[in-house]
């Protein structure tokens, strides 16, 4: 993934796709998530749970439309979504902007109600976001200046955890919550791309 919000060619914006057992695990929907998970040969429709990160647009932005989308490829089961404050706002925005487009899908193609299928829950602090027979997430709040409702999260299975740092400032406390992990997924920057952005400015 790449750091956005850009669009251009080669890597998408940032999303990630945790598979344990048969549970599918969307983190983050940059702009391209619904794209790149189709070029993996991953149904939409067999997306269980959303997590977010954060409300920077390169990591909420195809939100919706990747929800929209598995609904237009036959989705019929619920899929939970989690995020920081804000997460259940922007899920009734969508179904707002797109109102007349989904009554009259449903209506016309005989849809189940595409509002009914997706349970956004806001995330007030730290602790287990999910917990099921195959993962148990965890979220962290680490900060992304100037943004606060910030998380990692760690995903605890039978076959080794993996952590996601998220957009972070240095921060040891998160390194204290990745400690012993399997995987460690975090945030780099390319320096001498920084200070090239910075000479534009």
């Known amino acids: 993934t790449k750091g956005g919000p850009r669009v251009e060619t080669g890597r998408s914006n ?6 344990v057992g048969n549970t599918r695990i969307v983190l983050d ?3 391209g998530v619904t794209n790149q998970l189709a070029e993996a040969l991953v149904p939409l429709t067999s997306i269980k749970y959303i997590l977010i990160s954060h409300h920077h647009s390169d990591h909420n932005l195809e939100y919706g439309n990747l929800v929209y989308n598995a609904w237009a490829t036959g989705l019929k089961t619920e899929i939970h ?3 920081p404050k804000g997460t259940e706002a922007m ?3 969508y179904w707002e902007v797109n109102k007349f487009d989904i009554e009259t899908r449903i209506a016309d193609e005989g849809r189940p109600d595409l509002r009914k299928l997706l349970i956004a829950k806001d995330i007030d602090a730290d602790g287990v976001v999910l917990k099921t027979d195959d993962v148990t997430i965890t979220a962290f709040r680490t900060p992304h200046p100037p943004i606060t409702d910030n998380f990692a999260y760690k995903f605890e ?9 998220s957009d972070t400032e240095y921060n040891p406390k998160l390194a204290e919550f990745a400690k012993g992990c399997d995987v460690l997924v975090h945030e780099a920057l390319y320096v001498p791309g920084i200070e090239g952005i910075l ?3």
């Open 29 to 31: 929907c940059g702009m």
């Open 81 to 83: 979504s989690f995020g």
């Open 157 to 165: 299975t039978a076959d080794g955890t993996i952590v996601f740092s």
């Open 14 to 19: 940032p999303a990630n796709l945790i598979e």
């Open 91 to 93: 899920t009734t925005a």
């Open 199 to 201: 000479k534009k400015v």
